[in-house]
Each structure stands twice: as C-alpha cells, then as structure tokens.
C-alpha cells in the first residue's frame, strides 16, 4: 500500500490527466510500468540533454520531493514549453519552484528576461482577480502566451 502511494496516483490527481506528461523508459523486455528503467548514462542521457530545447523537463527530481510532494521519479517528463523548460533546467527549479520565483520576482512590470534564438522573452505572474475575471494587458506586436498555474493566477510568455 505504501508503495502504491507513492508511485501511483489516486484518480483525477496524476499529472498525466492533463495530457502534458510522458513516462519513458528504456526499451527492453519486462518493462516495469510503474517506475520504468531510465538512467543516467547513454541514449537517456542524450535525451536529458535536448529534453529542455523542446520544451520538456524532469518533473521530478532527486532531492526535490519535500518540493514537489512526489518520490524521485526519473522515467517523468512534463511539458512546460520553451523557454521556461531551459530556466527550470539552467536554475535546477522545480516547477514549484519555478512559479514561486516568477510570483515573487516578476510580477507585472518587472518581466524575467530571457533571450533565446534572437529574441527577447519575458516572463512574469500576473495574479487571478477574485471575481473570476482577470485582465491582462497584452502588447499587439509581440507574440504572448498566457497560461493559468493551477493555484492562483496566470504566467504570461511575451515573444519580442
Ligand atoms: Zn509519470
């Protein structure tokens, strides 16, 4: 049973629902499907390495569970999108740790910056009105991204 609470999750509350999330493993007979073979070294290595370039992050890291609330989970990936992925990878933030710092340190007008590909991208939080509407003012010329962080409020990706 413990076991069971710490790899499986209840119904409704694993990441996987949400259609963002991929367990890997390497390919070889008797796969174990609930906590996969993938290491360190070799092809999975390789695939860490260009994980974050694609918009993926290890979700679950070692010595990161008092943070996430999940065991260490190697075979984990989610999809947070470019360039937040290579922030999380760069900084060694969790995803928590991540909207934590963007709540704190880029709210409104003060954006994270982040210059990738030739371009300048700006993160920042912008907290939900309690009335369930939230303006968000957006720059016409510039590709942005909005996207809710499932607790309080949003995370706007600005593309200049
Ligand atoms: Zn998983």
């Not at 999750?9 to 390497?26: K, R, Y």
């Not at 371009?119 to 942005?144: H, P, W, Y």
Request: with cysteine.
């Amino acid at each position: 049973m413990a076991f069971t609470k710490k790899y499986v999750a209840l119904p409704g509350c694993s990441e996987h629902h949400t259609g963002l999330a991929i367990d890997l493993a390497v390919n070889k007979p008797d796969i174990d499907f609930i906590r996969p073979e993938f290491p360190y070294n070799g092809i999975c290595h390789k695939f860490r390495e260009k994980a974050s370039k694609f918009g993926f992050v290890e979700r679950y890291p070692e010595g990161k569970e008092s943070v996430t609330g999940i065991a260490w989970e190697p075979w984990h990936f989610r999809y947070v999108g470019f360039p937040h992925s290579a922030i999380m990878r760069q900084e060694e933030m969790t995803l928590e740790e991540y909207h934590l710092f963007l709540k704190e340190d880029a709210s409104g007008t003060n954006p994270f910056v982040y210059h990738a590909n030739g371009r300048r991208i700006e993160m920042s939080f912008q907290k939900a009105d309690k009335n369930g509407l939230t303006k968000i003012d957006v720059d016409d010329e510039a590709l942005c991204v909005v996207s809710g962080n499932n607790t309080d409020g949003f995370i706007i990706t600005v593309w200049r």
